[in-house]
């Protein structure tokens, strides 16, 4: 009878391992296939700009903690021109300068999450960085293809980062 018990339990064991790994290969599947699918997306875009010399990085961010129940993501964009107060030179009247020729912009991402104290730890995929790097890209050229590949690859509830950048500013990285 110890015998039966015990190959049931070695066999439970083994299934258990087995579910556990099959599970994690799907999640990573389906990781794959999103990492893919921005790649594409971005390759399109990107062909469609006319932009030849270009490197796409996806990197997907994982973590391992106790078990969410629930997160919440803000993501918040400013931007826009304005004037830039400034204090008064040799009792100048105006104390704003002109700034209608500049452009800037500003994002804020914060991400609220509760975690299940006593569950067992998990892997979980938290979000992707995007990285492009191009040949050469001005600054215009740069503002309208991040604001469209925001709006396009970029899941705000996961908390995706994009970056654009030209080759000789990642080069110029120390």
Known sequence: MKIIKMVFLTIGVIF???NC?????????FYENEKEKIINITNELLEKFDF??????????????NRIVSKSMTDTNWNGTGYNPEGPYNN????????????GWMRQKTLTANYELDAKRE??????????????INQNKKMELLRIL???????????????IS?????NIK
């Open 52 to 65: 030849e010399n270009y490197e796409i990085i996806v990197y997907a961010h994982k973590s391992i903690n």
């Open 21 to 29: 790994k099959n599970e994690n290969k799907v999640f990573d599947k």
């Open 150 to 164: 925001d709006s396009l690859i970029i899941n705000t509830e996961r908390g995706d980062n994009l970056i654009i």
């Open 92 to 103: 100048d009247e105006s104390v704003f300068s002109d700034m209608s020729n500049l452009y």
């Open 167 to 171: 080759k000789d500013e990642f080069n």
């Open 123 to 136: 892997i979980a995929y938290d979000n992707f960085s995007i990285l492009i790097i191009i040949e050469e």
């Open 16 to 18: 258990l391992f087995i």
